[in-house]
């Protein structure tokens, strides 16, 4: 009997390689755009949210929409859009205390215009800092109810003196548009795995451009294969989207397309030296939730899984009840939980290179589990075949490596009688999937296994 025969490669298993041989390439290059975001003041609408998805579209050909203010989504209304020119507070002496040109978040998100004299007392009411991180900016915003605000790192707040302040925030809070960057990337099926990350927050660099960089590299390297003419099984839908307001609206707006996904995960906080987190769809056992555990199992690295509640990012809204879709997330340190986490110590520094792509391998990884996650039925299911006589012993030296080949082999052919997929098999054998993968392919090239129908393969096991 030949050699198995070894199908074409598969686009994530190409991807993989290729980081393989350049993770460090391309930890640095999403780190140096992730830095060329940084100074950018976005928020759920504006200019800055535009100007960042026009530097992502110098990678790919992003669609960008543009949804009205004034628009009903669901239970919501797309806000009115704003944008800010400048913002400080000058002291008492006229000395220009607090300058949003220095930092974006000295200013709270949504602020209205204001040009006023106050003593500090009131200003006070409008200041936020941090008495536990005395030396940071906090994150503040304001989306749906009118106000405005200041953030400063406590020390300097502590020493304001007694006084009269003028308050200066020249920004427009009008009819506009919310603007999100959406990617297709049509594979075999119509079928679709969705990759969602928020992209509202200003000089925040972990929560949440990290993620940003991460799914606009992935959706590069699959755009690249797929032009390569090697297209993955799935199609394939990235949302770069203002949090919360954005998901709704995209839901809103796409109820049909949201029929056809099939596994999703929402992505943040991919560039920090934490261990991976991963939070369960609604679900709790869908082939996204099975496949991410098995893939963190097989990493043989610390990991934390999590089940699902209604708090957090846009898991919220895919994993609401009308929805129910098998999205989980899939961070490092989840939201909340660092120190950085909504402060200006969440700054390019506190990311690294190669934590992001360490994020980019494993979210490759997880796709392309899913992509060859199939089942398969065992065409001699009447006591096992020989696998000696067909040349299956031949490869398998001594020693473990070849017992767990072989072990592999009776696994995959005990349980592919249509009911479990790989995922099943390899989960219940305790055996890496990688190995059963392969496994499955020199069985497949002996004739050994066939494919279930494509419907069949699609089914929940
Ligand atoms: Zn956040």
Redo the contacts with the bound molecule.
Sequence with gaps: MAEPERRPPRPFERILARLDDSATDDGRQMHELLSRLYPICRSITGDGVRRTLSMAREYLPIEVHEVASGTRVFDWTVPDEWNVRAAWIEGPDGERLVDFADHNLHLMSYSVPVDEVMALEELQEHLHSLPDQPDLIP?RTSYYRRNWGFCLPHNLRQQLPQGDYRVRIDSSLAAGSLTYGELLLRGESSREILLSC?IC?PS?AN??LSSLVVSLFLARALAAEIEAGRSPRYSYRFLWIP?TIGSITWLARNREAAERIDHGLVA?NLGDAGDFHYKRSRQGDAVIDRAVALLLRDSGRPHQLEDFVPFGYDERQYCSPGFNLAVGSLTRTP?GRYAE??TSADNPTFVQGQYLAESLRLYAAAFGLIESNRRYLNLKPHCEPQLGRRGLYRAIGGGEDGREKELAMLWVLNLSDGDHDLLAIAERSALPFNSIVAAAEALLAADLLRPVSVERDQESP
């Design positions: 994150y928020h927050h925040l929560d949440n949090g943040a939201w986490y909504h």
